[in-house]
């Protein structure tokens, strides 16, 4: 099929739930991807973060081959070695204890608001609310709708799951403003991703850390967008000098597989005990082989140090472009996370470099996102910059 009858037979008969932009994609390898029409691009959004490690990585296109001859799919009834070995490299790797294994970025946080309020409940005093950050983004079901804090996702949906407050992001007197006798957790994301790329400092979330403990609530970390490398090292906590006491992952852990996690420290890991919650899908025998051999490929390939030095070179190109484009306001990031804020809306730059073969994305309207696979080189972010060089104009 040519990318226009695809294109067609899609807006025919899907939900129109997405602002799609006209591209068919077919093939990708490493950070290339291929239309219908064999035109060729620079992939820097990752398919929405997702492809950490870029399209055909040698040791995913393995994982799936080999675990596909063995058995894709184990009930959560019985075990299976790739999800019981998933679990101990995730603990190992990390702050947590144990692990509840899910599909998707909206599903983790949602076992992480379940984990919070069957502890509160555990606790006694009817304590179950969570704060979340004004701006944030957690996800599109009726729960973690309630969790973002953005009242645009809300809008002909009410009424609105209970449970939540909110408090502006890097702001710790905010937090403890909004604390009351029912709150039982924080949930923020390490840097807003949808919300524009916006990181506080180190001493926000040491601070808010503090607070949790003085108030005995949980500490709940979204990485689903920050986590599994974007930021330069496996978990962007990592570079707090905090650890929470739950942490949700996604998007990248799958590489391209539909896979989330829940993660959580003792003594809270056993909260969410037998009946409890559940999943058919979560966590079966394919998508941890995946996750699994991006974990390794993380770990042992050079991709962290790869991402650190590509993230610096890119964002050095843009801040190098931002004093001849008066267009761009600034740039920010952790890691191959970045944004460039403009001073007008982003999309019409989007389709531009779409045009001449790059793919990135415009998120709060203004903030070009670039999110490249972490194994991009150094000539593919030279040819990205120059391609936007040109959009920017
Ligand atoms: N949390 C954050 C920080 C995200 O960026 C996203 C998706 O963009 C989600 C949660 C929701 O993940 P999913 O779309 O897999 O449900």
């Not at 603990?91 to 502890?119: M, T």
């Not at 852990?253 to 890991?269: D, K, N, S």
């Amino acid at each position: 099929m040519t990318s226009a009858e695809i294109i067609a037979l899609a807006d025919r008969y899907l939900c129109p739930t997405y602002a799609r932009a006209p591209l068919a994609l077919v093939r990708g390898q490493g950070t290339r991807v291929w239309d219908a029409d064999d035109k060729i691009y620079l992939d820097f959004f990752s398919s929405t973060v997702v492809t950490n490690l870029g399209h055909q990585h040698p040791a995913i296109v393995r994982a799936i081959e080999t675990q596909a001859h063995q058995i894709l799919h184990v009930s959560n009834l019985h075990y299976c070695e790739p999800q019981a070995r998933l679990a101990e490299k995730l603990v190992q790797s990390s702050f947590a204890d144990r692990v509840f294994l899910c599909n998707s970025g909206a599903e983790a946080n949602e076992a992480a608001i379940k984990l919070a309020r069957k502890y509160g409940h555990a606790q006694g005093g009817g304590r179950y609310e969570v704060i979340t950050a004004y701006n944030s983004f957690h996800g599109r079901t009726l729960a973690t709708i309630a969790a973002t804090g953005q009242e645009k996702v809300r809008v002909g949906f009410e009424p609105v799951q209970q449970g939540f407050r909110y408090a502006a992001y890097d702001d710790v007197d905010a937090v403890e403003q909004a604390i009351s006798p029912r709150t039982i957790a924080v949930l923020v994301e390490p840097l807003q991703g949808e919300g524009g790329i916006v990181g506080p400092a180190p001493e926000y979330f040491q601070a808010l850390r503090g607070l949790c403990d003085r108030h005995d609530l949980l500490l709940m970390f979204d990485e689903i967008q920050t986590g599994m490398g974007r930021c330069g090292t496996l978990f962007a906590y990592e570079q707090l000098g905090v650890a929470p006491d739950v942490m949700t992952l996604a998007k990248g852990l799958g590489a391209g597989v539909p896979i989330g996690a829940m993660l959580a420290a003792a003594p809270l890991a056993s909260v969410l005990d037998k009946g409890s919650h559940g999943s058919t899908f979560g966590g079966n025998a394919l998508t941890c082989a995946v996750g699994l051999a991006v974990m390794e490929v993380l770990q042992g390939e050079g991709v962290l140090a790869n991402c650190v030095a590509m993230g610096e070179r890119l964002s050095a190109g843009l801040r190098a472009l931002a004093t001849k484009h008066p267009l761009i306001k600034a740039v920010r990031g952790r890691g191959l996370l970045i944004g460039v804020e403009l001073t007008q809306p982003g999309g019409p730059v989007v389709d531009r470099c779409l045009a001449a073969g790059l793919i990135i994305n415009c998120t709060a309207n203004t903030v070009l996102r670039l999110t490249p696979p972490l194994t991009v080189s150094a000539a593919e972010v030279d040819e990205a910059l120059a391609i936007l060089d040109k959009a920017l104009t």
